[in-house]
């Protein structure tokens, strides 16, 4: 691993390092893996603040700003790459490389300008992106250490494994780490159904463990029914295929992730994008497919449906829906409306019922509501719930139901588990003392970001924390750095972020500590000298988020 270089006084290093053991040291799920004898929440989360009495909340979003020096270095710093790699391109077309990442009768992976990124931009820097860890994914964590070889082509493995406070994982209720009564509920599921299903729900694949998650999932969003499956991405690639035809107009947040697009491109509807959180060009677009339905040109004929989906927290903005305004427009127009909690279900909401609760919304108003296992609930898979008719119509006719097995026994039984604990089910308060600390740890850490000038997106509540860098020269460096300090972090640039919009990502947890929050607040706070980040200090000239 190489190492960052970083201009810091040796007393405050031996400070930093100090603060650092005594926090790592709190973590005993790296040093020993195993199930821990006390539960973790009671022990660490740090004390809460009264609770709020106002469930619903308006989105206070500030329009970023930064200095036109900012501006200018990002440009320069990408155009440096291009003629970088420009000149690279063409020795090459002259001199063909003869190792082993051009073999001959192989297709390439991905094609066109996305061929050209991958070689040319994101191999120089990938180590940053891909750090495999050893270790649950806890508010510790345990990242393997590894050399890189010949521009990060090869790797190899240390052997050793670097513990780092953990601001990269969606473990937003910490869930993921070791809460006694469930890994014990999880165990027993594997002595009693097994591992896995070995076949789809309409063979012999569905197990009781699945079927309850199905129906307790369902009561808890308010819905009449719920289908489970294996995967999050495969919930809206294989469901929403099964669900539109051609005949249905589907509008679509530009930001959306690129399940509910491959879901929505591959059932042949037609589609029509509206920009984030554009509302007035929602209406425009729902106002126009009603008045000139299909044929805009020649005799009219209506759409079958429309369909607006949107997500609950948009995970690259840290943004929640405004969805009074969304559900303001779907009744408007008659139009339905599909929802990706993904990131928000049990994150937001008093009760952790996700975008509806925290946005004071009846779920009833929302015709699908979709999410996934793997965030809030330390597990995997997806659901769609919905009406009755709906749901059945799934479970006979989707590729959920019929080409995937279904959802791994003990992982369907963490969500149940978690989800007593969530509902105090288990005669503690622990799910509710989490949702509330998870609100309180987003809301210092994003107003801690902000007050040391760091240009932040997103809303108060979401667990989601991006932090701008625009310039993507910034990502690998500050990755580093961030982890030669014991903090690890999600770097994010292009395809996942447009060319000049690169960030940090920072996902919240419960089970944080104040003193994890602020360890991590003050490194940002050193490290930004260092990589040049604390934007609003310089006079801003123009806009350039938009
Ligand atoms: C909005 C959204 N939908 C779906 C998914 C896919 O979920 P999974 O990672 O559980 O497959 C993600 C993944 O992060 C997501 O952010």
């Not at 106002?54 to 036109?68: A, G, L, N, Q």
């Not at 391109?89 to 991958?118: L, M, Q, T």
């Not at 009846?362 to 919905?386: R, W």
């Not at 996902?507 to 934007?535: F, G, I």
């Amino acid at each position: 691993m190489s190492t960052a270089v970083f201009h810091e006084d040796p007393a405050a290093e031996m400070l930093r390092t100090e603060r650092l053991k005594q926090l790592i040291a709190s973590e005993d799920s790296i040093a020993e893996n195993k199930v821990n004898a006390e539960p973790l929440a009671e022990a660490r989360v740090s004390p809460l603040l009264p609770p709020t009495t106002e469930d619903v909340e308006e989105p206070v979003r500030e329009e970023p700003h930064i200095s036109t020096w900012t501006r200018v270095t990002s440009i320069v710093t990408l155009l440096l790459f291009y003629v970088m790699a420009y000149i690279r391109e063409s020795y090459r077309k002259v001199f063909p490389h003869p190792n082993k990442f051009y073999r001959k009768g192989y297709a390439p992976i991905v094609k066109d300008f996305d061929d050209y990124w991958n070689r040319r931009f994101y191999r120089r820097i990938r180590e940053c992106f891909t750090r495999p860890i050893d270790s649950r994914p806890s508010r510790v964590i345990g990242i393997m250490e590894r050399t890189v070889k010949d521009m990060n082509s090869e790797f190899e493995y240390t052997g050793k494994i670097t513990p780092a406070i953990n601001l990269g994982s969606y473990n937003y209720l910490g869930f993921a780490e070791d809460t006694p009564s469930i890994t014990y509920d999880v165990l027993d599921t594997i002595d009693d159904l097994g591992l896995a299903s070995c076949s789809g729900p309409q063979e012999l694949g569905q197990s009781a463990a699945v079927a309850r998650l199905e129906k307790e999932f369902a009561a808890f969003l308010g819905k009449e029914d719920a289908l489970v499956c294996g995967m999050g991405f495969g919930t809206n690639f294989r469901g929403l295929p099964s669900l539109f035809g051609k005949d249905t107009l589907a509008v679509s947040d530009t930001l959306n992730h690129s399940s509910l697009v491959n879901g929505v491109r591959s059932s042949g509807a037609k589609v029509k994008v509206f920009k984030h959180d554009a509302f007035d060009q929602l209406e425009t677009i729902l106002r126009e497919a009603v008045i000139l339905g299909q044929t805009p040109a020649g005799e009219y004929k209506p759409w079958r449906r429309i369909v607006v989906i949107i997500e609950g927290i948009y995970s690259m903005e840290g943004e929640i829906i405004n969805l009074k305004k969304v559900v303001e427009l779907k009744k408007k127009y008659k139009a339905l409306l599909f929802i990706d909690e993904a990131h928000s279900i049990g994150a937001i909401g008093r009760t952790g019922r996700g975008v509806c609760e925290h946005c004071g919304v009846d779920p009833k108003d929302v015709d699908v509501l979709m999410g996934t296992f793997t965030k809030s609930f330390g597990s995997i898979g997806g659901y769609i719930a919905s009406s009755k008719p709906l749901v059945d119509y799934l479970r006979q006719h989707s590729s959920i139901a019929l080409h995937c097995d279904t959802l791994a026994p003990p992982c369907a039984q963490q969500v149940v588990s978690v989800l007593n604990v969530i509902l105090g089910k288990d005669g503690t308060d622990l799910g509710r003392k989490r949702i509330q600390q998870l609100k309180e740890n987003s809301r210092f850490f994003r107003r801690g970001l902000m007050d040391l000038g760091f240009i932040v997106l997103g809303d108060d509540a979401s667990p989601v924390i991006p932090v701008m860098c625009y310039n993507l020269g910034k990502l690998a460096p500050l990755s580093e750095l961030l982890l030669s300090r014991g903090v690890a972090i999600v770097v994010v640039g292009y395809p996942a972020t447009p060319l000049l919009e690169s960030r940090v990502r920072f996902c919240v947890s419960a089970t944080h500590t104040r003193e994890d929050l602020q360890y991590v607040l003050d490194v940002m706070r050193d490290v930004s000298k260092d990589v040049y980040m604390d934007y609003r200090t310089h006079s801003s000239i123009f806009q350039y988020h938009q």
